[in-house]
């Protein structure tokens, strides 16, 4: 059971545009959503997090928008860098008691073209 | 300020062999988790380890246990190889409930 979805596998996109990448999620038990970057050969990185009781994060080119009722999250990068060519993941999690542990989607392998 | 470490880089074993991956957390980091991540997926949770007790465990067999030492390294041990065994094993150290941090990651082929 896929708790996490990143139902596109890939996407292009052109440089100094806006790249937008979705996650799906299906328990709404889950109060705490991250997003991750990873290149080849390395772990992923920490990109940008948000609490549900938040609707939209920032943090320089990266924003993350939580919209709870329909149990979507998506990372907006604007303007998109070559250097973010990477596979993003999407987390999630629910605080407290023994389930902190982080459940992820499959991945967006993002390219940006120069 | 060194980040998570993870040893060996790549590791190639046989079915049935037993194997052992080692994980640095970040410096003052007490939380240690472990995550496998198959070809094409995202990294799965295996097990979680603060004050060297596991808290936490995903839904993988008793071949995996893991370990974690006084001073936060942690080890994670698997025993009779797979073939399904074969991934990448991430390590993520956190203070507490906090960001998770990643290492590298170790690149496991059985074979």
């Known amino acids: 059971d896929q708790q996490v979805k990143q139902n596109s596998p890939s996407l292009s996109v052109q440089e100094g545009r806006i790249s937008i990448l979705n996650c799906d999620y299906t328990?709404?038990?889950?109060?705490?959503f991250l997003w991750y970057k990873k290149y080849p050969a390395e772990g992923p990185t920490f990109l940008i997090s948000?609490?549900?009781?938040?609707d939209k994060n920032e943090d320089g080119r990266f924003t993350v928008f939580l919209n709870k009722s329909a149990k979507h999250l998506s990372l907006h990068i604007v303007p998109s860098q070559p250097g973010d060519s990477a596979v993003y993941f999407c987390?999630?999690?629910?605080?407290?008691?023994?389930?902190?542990?982080?459940?992820f989607g499959t991945g967006t392998l993002l390219a940006v073209q120069p | 300020d060194a980040g998570v470490t993870q040893s060996p880089t790549h590791l190639i074993k046989t079915r049935g062999q037993q194997v052992t991956l080692r994980c640095s957390p970040k410096s003052g980091h007490d939380t240690v988790s472990w995550y496998q991540q198959a070809l094409g997926q995202g990294p799965q949770f295996i097990f979680q380890y603060y004050e060297e007790e596991e808290r936490q465990r995903g839904n993988f067999p008793d071949r995996f246990s893991g370990h974690q030492f006084p001073n936060y390294s942690s080890e994670l041990n698997v025993n009779a190889l797979l073939l399904g065994d074969s991934a990448l094993y991430l390590c993520?150290?956190?203070?507490?409930?906090?960001?998770?941090?990643f290492g590298p990651g170790t690149r496991l082929t059985v074979l």
């Open positions: 987390a999630a999690r629910r605080t407290g008691g023994a389930t902190n542990k982080l459940i």
């Open positions: 328990n709404s038990m889950f109060d705490y």
């Open positions: 993520a150290s956190s203070l507490g409930a906090g960001t998770r941090f």
């Open positions: 948000i609490s549900s009781i938040k």
